[in-house]
C-alpha cells in the first residue's frame, strides 16, 4: 500500500531488454544437443544423426558468443 503522504513516487520495474529470453533458449538448446549428440554418438552407429545435433551445438555456441559480443 502506498502512502498518499509521500512525495516520492513508487519505484517502479524496469523494462525488459529485448531478446532478454533468447540467451537462456540458446543456452538449453546447446546443451540438449550435446547431450544428444554424445548419447547418439555412442549409442547409434548412424554418424549422421549424431552430426545433425553437433551441428546444431556449435550454431547455438556461435550464436551465443555473438549474443555477448552485440550485447556487451
Do not use: N, Q
Not at 513516487?9 to 544437443?33: D, H, N, Y
Amino acid at each position: 500500500m502506498t502512502d498518499p503522504y509521500r512525495i516520492a513516487e513508487a519505484p517502479t520495474a524496469a523494462p525488459r531488454k529485448p531478446g532478454a529470453l533468447l540467451r537462456p533458449l540458446l543456452w538449453l538448446v546447446l546443451f540438449v544437443s550435446a547431450a544428444a549428440d554424445a548419447v547418439l554418438s555412442t549409442a547409434v552407429g548412424d554418424p549422421w544423426v549424431s552430426s545433425a545435433f553437433g551441428l546444431v551445438a556449435l550454431a547455438c555456441a556461435a550464436a551465443l558468443i555473438v549474443h555477448h559480443r552485440r550485447h556487451r
